[in-house]
C-alpha cells in the first residue's frame, strides 16, 4: 500500500530515533551510557503515586473522562498558574491533552490552514516543525546568534514575517540550548506579535527548572494585551517526573481551546483517567520535590558543564535552565577529520558507547545536545568516554 504524501514527508523524531538505537545496543549487552533523552531519571513523588493508586482503588479511573479533562484537574492547573503567575485562567481557556507533545499537535491542527506560515526560531524542539507540516502549515526557520545565546530578537523575526504569518513560536526555557529569554525580551516580543496580529505559541514545559539565581518569566505575567494573543504550552511531565503519565494542557483563547476538545474527542477521546488523578495531586499537592529535583539538576549542571566544556575544540556558554547542554563541536569536528556531526554522534554511539543527539534534529550542524537528566557519577562516566572518543580519534 502506499503511504499517505503527509506521512512520506514526516521526518522521525531524532532525539527518539537515537534513545532506540542506544536501548537496542544496550539488549546485546553493551554497557551504553545514554545522554540523549530528557527525561528526569527521578521516580514521580510518592504522593503522587498514591493518588493515582487511591483513584484506582474507589473506582475513578476506572472510567472515560470528559474529553477536555476531568474538573479537578482543569481546577488544579488554573490554581497553580494564578499562584505562580498571578493570573486566573477561566475553566473553558484550558483544555487538557495527553501530554504536551499532543498540545502542540491539537493547536497547530486547530488553528492552521494551508500555506499559513509558523515562525520557528532555530535551534528548535525536534517535533515544532514537522508538527506545522502535518497541519498543512509552513515552517519558517529564523537562525539565531550563539552570541546571543541562541535568542530570536524581534529585528530577527521581523525579517521573516510575511501577510500568511500566523504563529510564532518561542520555547523558554529552551530544549535544547538550555537559554532562557528575560522578561524585557519577551515583552518586546510580545508587544512585536500584538502589533501584527500574530499569536504566540508559548512552549513552558521547563519553566520550574532555572538555575544558579536566574528567574523564569511567563507569557502570562506580561500585558494583558500579549497574554490573549498567546498559547501556553505546559504539562507534568518534566517538573514532577512524570513522563510515562502523559499529561499536558494548553490555556489560551476560549474558541481555539473548544476545538482542541474536539480534537481530542476525535483522536485521543480522553487522557487516561489514572494519569489525571495524579496530575491534580502534583499540581495541588505539595511541591517540596519540585524545588529538589530542581537542585539536583543544578548540582548536575554545575558539575558536568566545566568537563564538557574543556573537550578538545568544544566551545559553549553555561545553560540557565532546563536539563541540556549543547556544546558546539565544530572545532572537535575537525580535529578528528569529521564533515558531519551525525556521523560523529553515530561513531561516539557504536564505539564509545555514549548516546548523545545530532544537533542537525534542532536545525544547526554544529551541536550536539547533551542531556544531563541523569545523575553524577554517570555523567561524568560519559564525558570521560567522549574525551577518550576524542583523543583516540586526534591521532
Request: net charge negative.
Amino acid at each position: 500500500m502506499e503511504l499517505s504524501k503527509r506521512a512520506k514527508q514526516l521526518s522521525p523524531s531524532a532525539t527518539l530515533a537515537t534513545a532506540q538505537k542506544a536501548q537496542d545496543l544496550k539488549k546485546t549487552g553493551v554497557d551504553v551510557i545514554s545522554l540523549s533523552l530528557g527525561q528526569p531519571d527521578f521516580v514521580t513523588p510518592i504522593n503522587v503515586q498514591q493518588a493515582a493508586i487511591l483513584s484506582i482503588e474507589n473506582g475513578e479511573a476506572s472510567f472515560y473522562a470528559p474529553s477536555n479533562g476531568i474538573y479537578p484537574l482543569r481546577q488544579a492547573i488554573i490554581d497553580r498558574i494564578e499562584t505562580d503567575y498571578g493570573y486566573r485562567y477561566e475553566l473553558d481557556e484550558v483544555v487538557v491533552t495527553d501530554g504536551a507533545k499532543f498540545a502542540l499537535y491539537a493547536l497547530f491542527q486547530a488553528v492552521l490552514n494551508s500555506e499559513d506560515e509558523v515562525i520557528i526560531p532555530v535551534p528548535y524542539w525536534v517535533s515544532y516543525a514537522e508538527q506545522v507540516k502535518l497541519a498543512q502549515g509552513v515552517p519558517v526557520f529564523v537562525e539565531t546568534k550563539e552570541s546571543n545565546q541562541f535568542k530570536a530578537t524581534v529585528q530577527d523575526l521581523e525579517a521573516a514575517r510575511t501577510d500568511k504569518t500566523k504563529l510564532v513560536i518561542i520555547n523558554s526555557p529552551s530544549n535544547p540550548t538550555g537559554m532562557l529569554y528575560s522578561k524585557e525580551e519577551l515583552e518586546a516580543i510580545g508587544n512585536w506579535a500584538v502589533k501584527h496580529d500574530i499569536y504566540i505559541v508559548a512552549d513552558e514545559i521547563y519553566g520550574k527548572l532555572i538555575y544558579n539565581g536566574y528567574e523564569f518569566t511567563s507569557m502570562i505575567e506580561l500585558s494583558d494585551a500579549i497574554r490573549k494573543q498567546t498559547f501556553i504550552i505546559n504539562g507534568v511531565s518534566k517538573s514532577y517526573a512524570m513522563t510515562g503519565w502523559r499529561i499536558g494542557y494548553v490555556l489560551g483563547d476560549k474558541e481555539v481551546v473548544k476545538a482542541i476538545n474536539t480534537i481530542n474527542s476525535q483522536s485521543i477521546s480522553n487522557c487516561a483517567a489514572v494519569s489525571q488523578y495524579a496530575a491534580v495531586e502534583a499540581l495541588s499537592g505539595p511541591q517540596n520535590s519540585v524545588e529538589e529535583m530542581r537542585q539536583s539538576f543544578e548540582e548536575r549542571l554545575n558539575t558536568i558543564y566545566p568537563l564538557v566544556a574543556a573537550l578538545p575544540g568544544v566551545t559553549i556558554e553555561k545553560p540557565k535552565s532546563a536539563f541540556y547542554l549543547y556544546p558546539n563541536i565544530r572545532e572537535t569536528l575537525n580535529l578528528c577529520g569529521y564533515e558531519n556531526v551525525t556521523d560523529f554522534v553515530n561513531d561516539l554511539l557504536e564505539e564509545a558507547h555514549v548516546a548523545v543527539v545530532s544537533g542537525e534534529g534542532f536545525g544547526t550542524h554544529d551541536h550536539i545536545r547533551i542531556s544531563y537528566a541523569t545523575d553524577i557519577d554517570t555523567l561524568k562516566k560519559g564525558v570521560e568516554r567522549i574525551a577518550s572518543f576524542i583523543e583516540k580519534k586526534q591521532k
